[in-house]
């Protein structure tokens, strides 16, 4: 069976993407470690784009076939799947599930404009360059309701974030998500949340933009500030791209 494998995933079928990411140049020349980290999420981004793929990070049937993999293989890289259509759909082992069953995209609809490229994706240039994004730009309009992408316990009550909105942070899991840029006084999750439930809306910027600014961060158990004064993003070591979630994600709309 083909392995669909996305960021954080460990195992052989790791480095067989990497022998072939490697054999195919990629701008990124990547360590064949078995782990699927940010350099072979990366690669793997690359790759897709100039195949003609989606460069949403996640490799499955497709990707494999443009690396040039002939033969179905059986994959070890994860400790559970699940299998569908054929096809062996992974759990990354990192303390949180992403499956269908698990988790939700936090709007009923995708947005217009993709997040991983331009100035809504992570890691994109801030401040004339000076930090960089610590999370992905979902566009929708002010006053869009946000939906909790799952079950979870509020850490801290909505707080001003910048530029005349809020934020609010949630623990799901083991991870973290602020959900940022949000609209003042807009909060209705309680102190816990379920997955589809209504929690805020979108708020407005001071520029006339509106989007839910969301940022992801691994160590469920630190009680650490998420913002810092120091690094290239300004943020909590632990901090992550939010992309290879929301690709998963968005696979699992909320229901109205």
């Known amino acids: 069976m083909v392995a669909t ?21 990629s701008i990124l020349t990547l360590v064949e470690d078995g782990f699927f ?42 400790d559970s799947s699940k299998v569908t259509n054929g096809v062996a759909i992974e759990t990354p082992n990192f303390g949180v599930t992403e499956t269908d069953e698990e988790f939700c995209f936090p709007f009923p609809k995708l947005p217009g404009q993709s997040w991983t490229n331009g100035g809504r994706q992570f890691g ?32 801290q009550n909505p707080y001003p974030f910048y530029s005349g909105t809020y934020a609010v942070e949630i623990k799901h899991g083991n991870i973290i ?40 961060y691994t160590n469920g158990a630190s009680s650490a500030s998420l913002s810092t004064h120091a690094g290239d993003y300004r943020r909590r070591s632990d901090l992550t791209d939010p992309a290879p979630y929301l690709n998963v994600w968005k696979n699992n709309l909320p229901k109205l």
């Open 124 to 155: 994109a240039s801030r401040a004339g360059g000076t930090r960089k994004h610590a999370g992905c730009d979902l566009i929708f309009p002010s006053g869009t309701p946000i939906y909790a992408v799952a079950d979870g316990m509020l850490l």
């Open 177 to 216: 998500l602020r959900y940022g840029e949000i609209a003042p006084c807009s909060y209705t999750g309680g102190q816990t949340v379920k997955k589809g439930q209504v929690i805020a809306k979108v708020g407005l910027l001071h520029s006339g933009s509106s989007m839910l600014h969301l940022e992801i």
């Open 37 to 78: 980290g940010q350099n072979t999420y990366l690669a793997v981004k690359i790759f897709q784009r100039n195949s003609g793929l989606d460069d949403d990070g996640i490799v499955g049937l497709k990707t494999w076939q443009k690396l040039g993999l002939q033969e179905p293989h059986t994959n070890d890289s994860l």
């Open 5 to 25: 494998l996305w960021m954080y995933a460990k195992g052989n079928d790791v480095v067989k993407l990497q022998q072939l990411l490697n054999r195919h140049s």
